[in-house]
């Protein structure tokens, strides 16, 4: 890799401290109580300000292996890690022009290049509330990042690295993953464990994961659906990192595990960030469809509880006035069956299957009211505005 013709600094020992507390996120209807990994304890209301960056499309070096599987595991290893960097936030105070111990509150996480002129991901609570951002780069490199785009709805950010060009990590295919296959994380656990990287298989697909997203209305509690489960270890400070398969491209993004238990960590999909990335890049936000409904899959509990002449579906709890399910006609009772022709066979794929539909599309539904049939239909509204993003 060319090294950068920029002044660098090193960080010295003492400035890796162990990162002592976590976000703890409590748990409710249709969400995984959890915490997020890599978010310092410290609670501040200021949010970092996006900074505008190139709207040109990434440009990505290759860091995959070849798709016959000719290489081992360590081969990955080895091409990966340099697109990984450990991700320090300030609340406030600054870090140092040379050397010494950063001045205020620091957070930390991992990120990944995914362009090689300094772009990368990572988890938006990762960079959340911090006036001041650096990475330390593979080498040892201490680098000043800016945000390019936040997304709290999918708890993804973008930020850029002057500089490079950089190793960057190719990003994948997270449609045809399957339980059972092998993934690699890797990530800066409790801060002062750069470069750690850990092995697994995708244990579960399609779960949930909290997150709530600060509106001028208020907070929201909209979880992170269609997410990975995997058993390969994460801790606090593995946010943000790459989840990779076995040939070295990123599948999706570690994001936090189970409170309480070992072994169940959750990723994004790549495939979700992906449909967002452009957006992120050229805008600094994005949009995401709101059906304004709480509900619950259709069970064997909820069939006798609720006495309905269905089997599957998604049963409506709550809705939310001036919403796209309110303006579609749908009522607290019914039982969602179809969304735009798709079924709802397993448990909460309503949620997954609105995160694909574009804001503005039409959105038609079929509900089973009663035991009858009825189709309605209503323009699928976006989510209300993250607060900060200006």
């Known amino acids: 890799m060319r090294q950068p013709e920029t002044p660098t600094l090193r960080i010295p020992i003492h400035f890796y401290v162990l990162l002592v507390a976590a976000v703890v996120l409590a748990g409710g209807v249709g969400t995984l109580g959890g915490y997020f990994a890599g978010r310092s304890s410290t609670s501040q209301t200021q949010i970092v300000e996006i900074t505008s960056a190139s709207t040109t499309e990434p440009q990505q070096i290759a860091a995959t292996l070849p ?32 050397g010494g111990s950063p001045r205020g509150p620091v957070s930390a996480g991992s990120g990944f290049f995914f362009s090689e002129d300094g772009l990368l991901l990572t988890n938006n609570h990762v960079v959340r509330d911090r006036e ?20 709290p ?11 490079g060009p950089f190793r960057a990590l190719t990003l994948g295919d997270s449609k045809g993953l399957q339980p059972g296959d092998p993934v690699i994380a890797i990530g800066s656990p409790l801060r002062n464990f750069q470069g750690t990287v850990t092995q697994g298989i995708v244990s579960g697909l399609g779960r949930r994961f909290p997150n709530r997203v600060n509106t001028a209305d208020g907070e929201l509690r909209i979880d992170l659906v269609g997410m990975i489960q995997i058993d390969a270890a994460l801790n606090n400070g593995n ?19 189970e409170q309480g238990a070992d072994g169940i960590g959750f990723a994004i999909p790549i495939a979700h960030i992906k449909q967002h990335l452009s957006a992120l890049i050229t805008n600094g936000r994005t949009q995401h469809g709101y059906l304004g409904i709480r509900f619950r899959p259709v069970n064997d509990d909820v069939i006798v509880e609720q006495d309905l002449k269905v089997d599957r579906g998604a049963y409506i709890v709550e809705l939310v006035a001036e919403s796209t399910a309110a303006a579609a006609g749908i009522q607290v009772g019914d039982v969602v069956l179809t969304i735009n022709g798709e079924e709802m066979n397993q448990g909460f794929s309503l949620g997954e299957k609105v995160f ?19 189709e309605l239909s209503a323009p699928l509204q976006a989510r209300p505005e993250p607060v900060g993003l200006d």
Do not use: C, H, W
Not at 71 to 98: C, Y
Not at 135 to 145: C, M
Not at 239 to 257: E, H, Q
């Open 67 to 98: 798709a016959d599987g000719s290489r081992t595991t360590q081969d990955v290893i080895e091409r990966s890690l340099p697109a990984v960097v450990t991700i320090f936030g300030l609340t406030d105070g600054e870090f140092p022009s040379e």
């Open 132 to 151: 001041s951002l650096r990475v330390i780069l593979y080498n040892g490199e201490f680098r000043k990042a800016v945000i390019v785009g936040r997304d």
């Open 153 to 163: 709805y999918m708890d993804t950010a973008v930020l850029r690295v002057e500089g």
């Open 239 to 257: 946010s943000g990192g790459p989840l990779l398969d076995k040939y070295g491209a990123v599948i999706g993004m570690n994001t936090g595990r």
């Open 356 to 374: 694909e539909i574009p804001v503005g599309a039409t959105v038609v539904f079929t509900v089973d009211r009663d035991g009858e049939r009825l």
